[in-house]
């Protein structure tokens, strides 16, 4: 009985989970695919103890719990999920990036970790920054220099990361590539 309990209230935990994180999400176009991945991972969980038994050869012990080898935090449905998140954060770093106006283009690489207890954490994030390159500078009438310089622009690109997604510098290894 302790068992499916502990199944149960894994369920229960991942969807209040799921309805705060929602909750938190503003309204974009990246909420379905938020509500998308945290639906996956409740299904994941409520079918976990028939996926056990499924791969169990023996069908006479009954049980409802994964074998070791399928619990999250290894291969599998845990790793689908890094990607999804990772694929997810890499687009969204990468549309932030680029409503930079100096920024041209940007390549975004993410590295996610999911937990056990289906709660994930950005590991690194390492982005390329191309810049945008105006044939024809603008001219000042005051005479100061308007253009940013690579120092600015990557304060800017950790600034803008930190303050949209709590990625902090530590975490973000930046090229800007000319």
Known sequence: MTEMGRWVKEIAYLTIFASFVTLLIPESSYRKYVRLV????????????????????????????????????????????????????????????????????????AEVNVESTGVWEVLHVRVEIRREISPIRPVSITGADDSVTDADLAQKVYELLEQRLGIGKSMVDLAILN
């Open 38 to 109: 945290l639906a996956t991972l409740i299904l994941v969980a409520v079918l976990r103890p028939a996926i056990g038994l499924l791969r169990s050869q023996d069908f006479a012990g009954i049980s409802a719990r994964m074998p070791a080898e399928e619990s999250f935090g290894t291969e599998g449905p845990a790793r689908d999920l890094s990607r999804m998140f990772e694929e997810l954060l890499n687009e969204r770093v990468r549309a932030l990036v680029v409503s930079l106006p100096e920024v041209a283009s940007a390549r975004v690489s």
